[in-house]
């Protein structure tokens, strides 16, 4: 009954490769989002999603991609990982015009090595 | 863009105490402004939020104050316990945008010891 579920919760990875994370929510929101918490616990939008079309894109690199299936899923596969890519990734999602709460999901800790 | 700055970094209080979390905002049109909480290792979760028409809300032990001529909103927490100790990050939002681009501090540590 998790509202917002990501997987995977750890992803230990080299340089170079290519890793997906899935994001799921199951309270009917049309609107997702993925940010990135570095180290230092700096909390930055990256990208979002509302009923499937991109909304938001930040100065993100081309490596990292989005996908939204349905609404109730985000993906974010990222290409030829780097080391400045390792940081906690949070899925959220919010119901547009029903109060303004974004909800959070369990993270996904990225460490490329 | 929107731009919000966070003070203190950390904070340090006995049990019972009070805590004030100050931030800043850029934006003349951000109108919407939550506190989040974040426990270590866990989730950012909303604690208190306040809209651009309102300059005070107040939930049992947690207030947030608006001043939009200055564009600055402070938390407060009064009787603080152990269990308040956790990063708070303020954010800010224009939601007369049509979506929700929350543009966040850069978060408090605060410590509540017994």
């Known amino acids: 009954d998790t509202a917002v579920s990501q997987t995977p919760k750890y992803l230990v990875t080299q340089m170079g490769n290519d890793k997906s994370i899935k994001c799921e929510q199951n309270?009917?929101?049309?609107?997702m989002y993925w940010y990135k918490q570095d180290s230092k616990k700096f909390l930055k939008i990256m990208f979002s999603?509302?009923?499937?079309?991109?909304?938001i894109n930040e100065t993100v690199p081309n490596r990292f991609s989005p996908k939204s299936p349905d609404k109730a899923h985000l993906n974010l596969h990222i290409n030829s990982l780097e080391l400045g890519d390792s940081a906690v990734y949070f899925c959220?999602?919010?119901?547009?015009?029903?109060?303004?709460?974004?909800?959070f999901g369990p993270g996904t800790r990225l460490t490329v090595l | 863009g929107e731009n919000v700055e966070q003070h203190p970094s950390t904070l340090s209080v006995q049990e019972g105490d009070s805590a004030v979390i100050k931030c800043t905002y850029s934006?003349?049109?951000?109108?919407?402004f939550p506190w989040y909480k974040q426990e270590l290792g866990k989730r950012p979760q909303l604690i208190i939020d306040?809209?651009?028409?309102?300059g005070e809300k107040k939930d049992q032990r947690i207030a947030v104050t608006l001043n939009k001529t200055a564009k600055h909103f402070s938390l407060h927490i009064t009787e603080t316990q152990p269990e308040d100790s956790a990063v708070y990050f303020c954010?800010?939002?224009?939601?007369?945008?049509?979506?929700?681009?929350?543009?966040f501090g850069t978060g408090t540590r605060l410590l509540v010891s017994p």
């Open positions: 309270l009917g929101h049309d609107t």
């Open positions: 999603y509302n009923n499937k079309e991109l909304i």
């Open positions: 306040i809209r651009s028409n309102v």
């Open positions: 954010a800010a939002s224009n939601m007369n945008t049509g979506f929700q681009k929350l543009v």
């Open positions: 959220a999602s919010s119901q547009r015009n029903a109060g303004n709460e974004q909800f």
């Open positions: 934006d003349s049109a951000s109108n919407y």
